[in-house]
């Protein structure tokens, strides 16, 4: 832990709410609160990440020491940590909801690794802060699990993330509705620590425009130009380099929307409080992995009614996000039309990187744009995909092992959830396999390459809501084993693992409509 070094520049340099009394409040002309992780009873490591520590360098006596989980839990500061929660607000389902705030979420401080990169530990669950609301500050270890998992896997998928250091035990029950059907009980609690260069969040920024605080806003906006974007930083025109800021988080949230599509990951809850200035994806609660591909499957019960953050509305979602926050900084631009010109960036960044993403996972070398080129031939592969009620994992996975020259279902047989359905699914399949398998011929890539580069694009491993459900229920009964091997699993998504076979199967029947494996909510 002596390798820890901080350097807090976001206190440092921005304004703080004078109060230090750590009550429930509106907070006004401040981007942060200072507040103090309340302890809990008996904190203890469950889990951590060795790429997060050594990346913070810390080895493994460091987190398995007993101040490890007392600083982690909440316990405890190190030298130099000046922990605080941040203000900001959000669109909630497409609406203003005004303050939110770090409710649950406390920052320690801004670390400073040995390559001198800048890297933000924030505990999450830690208790009550300014911004709590009605809630009380904390997390269930189901929810803890879920993010320290699943944060990890999207790193190795090489998806954009924020990432986890540790999952550390309370000792202490929280008391969650969890399907919000009037049937409370207490569970486990769990702290997580998350780790990024940075939790700014949209909302940090519309929650100042919201109110006309116009001179915090300039003072945020270009606070994170200087910290975390340095390389548009010389642009002296205030006006130009916020542009181009703005600019650059469109780009980025593209990108990142266009994995998640690749990889079948639906976040859940797309609110503005929810969407990284620096384009990775934050804030894992109720998301879910697409298993039968279904571009109108949704996790979050809380959204079941109007699907809002649908798996295939995800892309409609962001762009939707990056006018809200377009809206918001426009008083300290005060031009249009390029703020418009990076909106419709994103839809081309986006549509490129998407385009590029799915040529890689179908094995092509090249796209050809249009309905009677591969756009048509993706789109009709959807349809028969959601028809069949077809695995998308596992179909993009062992279509690498599908001989284009004599195409045949065989190696896609364990896609399947539905015998019936694939009956009738089968001859369309076959055609479209056809179409496909000729299309490979016709580009004349060597077959074993081609097969190499798309199993380094279709993960056979990923964190399926019933794999993270096991796990959490043998947390729950006081074993981590099962979570241990399910991270060491997933750290390696694109290899084949012998003897591990079990933790690349479809979604069994029993988990279809389990809670924690196909209906989650936001009760965590
Ligand atoms: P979410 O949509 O889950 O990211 O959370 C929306 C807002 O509610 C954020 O301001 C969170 O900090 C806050 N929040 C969620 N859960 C809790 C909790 N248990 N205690 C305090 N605040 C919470
Ligand atoms: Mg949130």
């Known amino acids: 832990m002596r390798a820890l070094r901080f350097d807090n520049r976001f206190v440092r340099e921005l304004p703080a709410d004078p109060e230090p009394d750590n009550h429930v409040r509106p907070v ?13 009873k008996a904190p203890h490591l469950l889990a951590w990440s060795r790429e997060v520590a050594e990346i913070l360098g810390l080895d493994e006596a460091d987190v398995r020491s007993a101040e490890f989980a007392r600083v982690f839990g909440g316990n ?32 320690l401080g801004e670390s400073i690794n040995a390559r001198g990169e800048r890297w933000e530990l924030q505990l999450k669950g830690a208790g009550p802060t300014p911004y709590s609301r009605f809630a009380d500050g904390r997390a269930v270890l189901r929810s803890s699990l879920r993010e320290f998992l699943c944060s990890e896997a999207m790193h190795h998928l090489g998806v954009p993330t924020t990432r986890a250091l540790s999952l550390v035990g309370t000792g202490e029950t929280v008391v969650r509705d969890m399907l919000y059907d009037g049937n409370p009980r207490a569970e486990p609690g769990a702290v997580v620590c998350r780790v990024a260069p940075s939790f700014i969040r949209f909302g940090n920024f519309e929650i100042f425009a919201s109110r006309g605080e116009e001179a915090l806003l300039e003072r945020l906006i270009d606070f994170t130009i200087a910290r975390d974007f340095p390389e548009l930083a ?3 025109d205030a006006a130009a380099r916020r542009i181009r800021w703005f600019d650059e988080v469109c780009r980025r949230t593209a990108v990142l929307v266009a994995h998640w599509m690749r990889v079948g990951f639906v976040h859940g809850v797309m609110n503005t409080d929810n969407m990284s200035i620096l384009g990775l994806t934050i804030d894992y609660g109720p998301y879910g992995w697409v298993d039968d591909f279904d571009p109108e499957w949704t996790p979050n019960t809380t959204d079941a009614g109007g699907r809002r953050y649908r798996f295939g509305n995800q892309p409609y979602i962001a762009h939707w996000n990056l006018w809200q926050l377009a809206n918001a900084i426009y008083p300290v631009v005060r031009e249009v039309e390029p703020l418009e010109r990076a909106l419709a960036a994103y839809a081309e960044v986006h549509d490129a990187s998407y385009r590029d993403m799915m040529r890689a996972k179908l094995g092509l070398a090249e796209w050809r744009v249009g309905q009677e080129g591969d756009d048509g031939l993706l789109e009709r592969l959807h349809r028969l995909l959601a028809a069949g009620e077809v695995d998308m994992s596992l179909f993009f996975r062992r279509l690498a092992e599908v001989d284009p020259a004599a195409p045949a279902l065989e190696p896609l047989a364990e896609a399947f959830y539905d015998p019936a359905r694939r009956a009738t699914a089968d ?17 004349g890539q060597p077959a074993a390459a081609r097969r190499a580069a798309m199993n380094r694009v279709n993960p056979l491993y990923v964190p399926r809501n019933y794999l993270a459900q096991q796990a959490i229920d043998a947390a729950e009964a006081g074993d981590t084993a099962e979570l241990e091997t399910l991270l060491e699993v997933l750290r390696r998504p694109y290899d084949e693992q012998p003897g591990r076979e079990r933790f690349a199967a479809r979604r069994p029947d029993w988990a279809r409509d389990r809670p924690g494996c196909s209906m989650l909510s936001c009760s965590s």
């Not at 030298?79 to 705030?101: K, T, V």
């Open 234 to 236: 010389a642009e002296t």
């Open 427 to 443: 001859a369309e399949l076959l055609g479209w396999l056809r179409e496909h398998g000729a299309r490979v011929l016709a580009e």
């Open 76 to 107: 405890g500061l190190l030298p130099g940590m000046e922990p605080y929660a941040a203000c900001y607000g959000g669109h909630q389902f497409g609406n203003w909801a005004g303050q939110l705030g770090d409710g649950r979420a406390i920052t």
């Open 28 to 40: 006004h002309g401040a981007c942060y609160s200072r507040v103090m992780p309340t302890p809990v």
